[in-house]
């Protein structure tokens, strides 16, 4: 995610805002998280396979063959123990740093109290019976359980007006939008079709914005790729052609199977980026 903190860094230039010190909390902050990220991403590693398993298990006797076989087995243990030890070494410091963090960030917030509850788990919580995952059974009607009355109406209603050309329209009512309905499952989506609308009305850096917004609202999200997208060409017609670079490379990277990376590429080419 270390590209995250030049884009943000970016856009706040562009708008000339001088928050120095609150900028540089929260770049320590995604560059701390980021430090997590590789050591999931290191651990995911360690589930994947590097070759067909070609354990020595010959000898000229039942007895010798008995004897490879314990000393794999023994091999095998002690290299499970000690992945176990690095898991929960992660878990513990990741665990540590999230508290840490959290707490760093209601400092930034007015009048924000941290709770007295305990910062979960890592990874989740263990019990007993092993790694208890809770997961809801309707993912869909669950979300939609969560909008509140009207939400709905009012988000067709800002992306009618987007659709009609009313740009200026769309994103008054995409704002509006977003300070009705805080942590709305429609927010990284709203805050998309704002840049876009933001986009039509040739305000590009407000536009840039807006997709940041859109994008670490939920960067694995359905329309995380084509925020990111956005957020990499807004900054290249801003100048800011070294962070519109890395941006759009991120793209290929975390959504490589997604329209847009190809998208990405060819913007990157008349970019001219290396």
């Not at 359980?145 to 009609?164: N, P, T, V």
């Not at 975390?254 to 008349?270: I, K």
Request: charged share 20%; with cysteine.
């Amino acid at each position: 995610m270390r590209f995250a903190g030049w884009v943000l860094a970016a856009v706040v230039a562009t708008a000339g805002v001088a928050q120095a010190q609150d900028q540089q909390t929260l770049a320590d902050i995604r560059q701390e998280l980021t430090v997590l990220h590789v050591e999931v991403q290191r651990l995911k590693r360690e589930f994947s396979t590097t070759g067909s398993p070609a354990p020595n298990l010959s000898g000229n006797s039942v007895l010798e063959r008995v004897d490879a076989i314990e000393a794999e087995l023994q091999r095998l243990t002690r290299q499970t123990e000690q992945l176990n030890q690095r898991v929960q070494n992660i878990v513990t410091d990741g665990t540590n740093r999230i508290g840490d963090m959290e707490f760093r960030l209601c400092e930034l917030e007015a009048g924000c109290e941290i709770s007295g509850e305990p910062t979960s788990t890592l990874g989740g919580e263990n019990t007993a019976s092993g790694t208890t995952v809770v997961t809801p059974s309707n993912p869909v009607a669950t979300e939609q359980a969560e909008l509140a009355i009207g939400e709905q109406a009012d988000f067709d209603a800002a992306a009618q007006a987007l659709a009609d050309g009313n740009f200026q329209v769309a994103a008054d009512q995409f704002a509006q939008f977003d300070t009705s309905y805080p942590g709305s499952p429609l927010a990284s989506e709203a805050n998309l079709k704002r840049g876009q609308a933001l986009e039509g009305l040739g305000d590009t850096r407000e536009a840039a914005r807006a997709f940041l917004a859109s994008f670490t609202g939920d960067s694995e999200g359905a329309v995380a790729p084509e925020a990111l997208f956005e957020l990499g060409a807004a900054l290249g017609r801003l100048g800011q052609t070294d962070q519109a670079c890395i941006t759009l490379s991120e793209v290929g990277v975390r959504f490589p199977t997604s329209a847009n990376a190809s998208q990405a590429t060819q913007e990157m080419a008349s970019l001219g980026c290396s």
